[in-house]
């Protein structure tokens, strides 16, 4: 079992930045890839960012491409994704997820996930 916590999610302006993290813990996570996706209301969830667990290989999709970037530190287990240039349509819940080996869909296992709202 892995458990991972999401934060920071909080009310910010057109074109402003926040940081989620993603705190993970349970079984070693060596072999997991970590990624955050989100879901809007009214809209199907969707895959946002992912990171392998060695912070080598990095996946975003292309509405975030250029503005968000997924980092991690290992020596604290948690996962961060850094937005900037902030637009309404990313308002949303976030939600940080793990699986083991692939950065694809679907993952194993969910956070509660946190909220983004992003003010025009």
């Known amino acids: 079992q892995v458990q991972v916590v999401e934060s920071g999610g909080g009310l910010v302006q057109a074109g402003g930045s926040l940081r989620l993290s993603c705190a993970a813990s349970?079984?070693?996570?060596?072999?997991?890839?970590m990624g955050w996706f989100r879901q809007a209301p009214g809209k199907e969830r969707e895959f946002v960012a992912a990171?392998?667990?060695?912070?080598?290989?990095?996946y975003y999709s292309g509405s975030v491409k250029g503005r968000f970037t997924i980092s991690k530190d290992n020596a604290k287990n948690t996962v961060y994704l850094q937005m900037d240039s902030l637009k309404p349509e990313d308002t949303a819940v976030y939600y940080c997820?793990?699986?083991?080996?692939?950065?694809?869909?679907?993952?194993?296992?969910w956070g509660r996930g946190t909220q983004v709202i992003v003010s025009s």
């Open positions: 997820a793990a699986r083991y080996m692939d950065y694809r869909p679907p993952f194993d296992y």
């Open positions: 349970g079984r070693t996570l060596i072999s997991y890839y």
């Open positions: 990171i392998s667990w060695s912070g080598s290989n990095t």
